[in-house]
Every structure is written in C-alpha cells, then in structure tokens.
C-alpha cells in the first residue's frame, strides 16, 4: 500500500542545520513534498520535488531524492527559532490524493 | 482572492447530533479532498471528488458522506457524531493534482 515513514522528533541548535528524512513506498508518485504546520495552524508547501530530479534547492532549503532506496531528505540550513514546526514528507497518492507521513517536529534550542 | 474557505472554524457537538462542514474554493479547481488529522498523526483522506457531481471515498469514509452539487463547493457531512470523530478537518482544492491549496481547518470536538 502506499505509506510514508519519517522519525517523529528532531532537535537543533539555532544556527545548525536540520535534516529530515523519510521514506515512501510508491515509486510511481510523481511529485513529493514538504509541508510545514506551525501550532494551531494549516499547512504551508514549502517545497516539492518532481520525481525526475535528484535535487532541488530553494534558498535555505535543499531536497534530496533517492529513488532507488525510495529516500527523500529536507535539509535546513541556519535553522532558525522560527523554524519550529511540525514537517510532513508528503507523496502524490493513485487517487490524486496526497499521503502523508505523521511529521517531524522539529525543535530549535536558543 | 480568499483561496480555500472553511467553516466553521471551529465547532462543539453533542454525540448523535449532525452537522456540515463546508468549503468553498474560488480558484475554479477541478479536484476537492477532505482530510482529517489527529495528534500525532499525518493527515488522512475522508473522501475526494475529481468534479462537479463527482464524490470518492479516501482511506477513512465511516461515518461521513459528502456532495460536490456546485463546482466551488465540497461539503462534509456527519449524520450521527461520535467522539471518535473529534479531529481537526482539513480541505484542499488542487487544479492539477500536482499543487494543492489547503483551508485553514476545522477544530471539531464531540463530547
């Protein structure tokens, strides 16, 4: 079935990078995200990847895409306070619906 | 240009009492999905449409029904709530199932 795996917790100092990783099962997905949520909030599309590329970098974000080990990364450079979050590692699913891992919250320590 | 609306914002229901989320895109979108999310958990899909008249079910359709009568519109209905449907709901609306925009959610609690 399709499904998205990705560690619950990560914690940073501020100015450190942070690396977010997961996995997903369905090789077929042509696009997977990254959606930010801040507490009490919707959702945010930081960024999204086309599942041709390896890489793609928007200023302080960098997505890596493994297809082969069905791997795919954000990283966040100069982690920032206002960082803190919770990151899903997102895949297009078969009915053009979007699946969802259950989110990294990502805590930054002054 | 509002985007994806959803109301109401947040909402308190007695169990077996009914209701109707409502969302409302103005950005002429074909596709339309319900999701809901728990603590600690992704969002998951209720149930979608892919057009006007048009409804799906997703991977959690017990206990919802939903109807798509106007092309902006994809209301969510709960005929009989029960606790285990406390979530916050969200919608989305996407024109080419590639970009996706989402509401801001619905707080829904069942006491």
């Known amino acids: 079935g399709e499904d998205v795996e990705q560690s619950l917790f990560l914690s940073v100092r501020e100015g450190d990078s942070s690396v977010i990783n997961c996995t997903y099962t369905?090789?077929?997905?042509?696009?997977l995200y990254w959606y930010k949520q801040e507490p009490g909030a919707g959702l945010q599309l930081l960024t999204y990847?086309?599942?041709?590329?390896d890489m793609k970098q928007d200023q302080r974000l960098t997505v890596l895409l493994n297809k082969k080990d069905k791997h795919l990364s954000l990283r966040i450079a100069d982690t920032q306070t206002g960082d803190s979050a919770i990151y899903f590692c997102?895949?297009?699913?078969?009915?053009?619906?979007?699946?969802f891992g259950k989110g990294t919250k990502l805590s930054v320590k002054p | 240009n509002a985007g994806v609306t959803q109301t109401p914002k947040f909402r308190v229901l007695k169990t077996g009492q009914s209701m109707t989320l409502l969302c409302a895109q103005d950005?002429?979108?074909?596709?339309m999905y319900w999701y809901r999310q728990d603590p600690g958990m992704g969002l998951r899909l209720i149930h979608y449409?892919?057009?006007?008249?048009?409804?799906a079910k997703g991977e959690v359709p017990d206990g919802y029904n939903v109807s798509r009568l106007k092309k902006q519109n994809f209301l969510l209905g709960l005929e009989s709530a029960a606790p285990s449907q406390t979530s916050v709901y969200f919608c989305?609306?996407?024109?080419?199932?590639?970009?996706?925009?989402f509401g801001s959610g619905t707080r829904l609690t069942v006491v």
């Open positions: 369905d090789s077929s997905s042509t696009y």
């Open positions: 449409s892919v057009g006007e008249g048009t409804t």
């Open positions: 997102v895949q297009g699913g078969s009915q053009g619906n979007l699946i």
């Open positions: 990847i086309f599942s041709n590329m």
């Open positions: 989305a609306s996407s024109y080419d199932r590639r970009g996706y925009t």
């Open positions: 950005m002429n979108h074909e596709y």
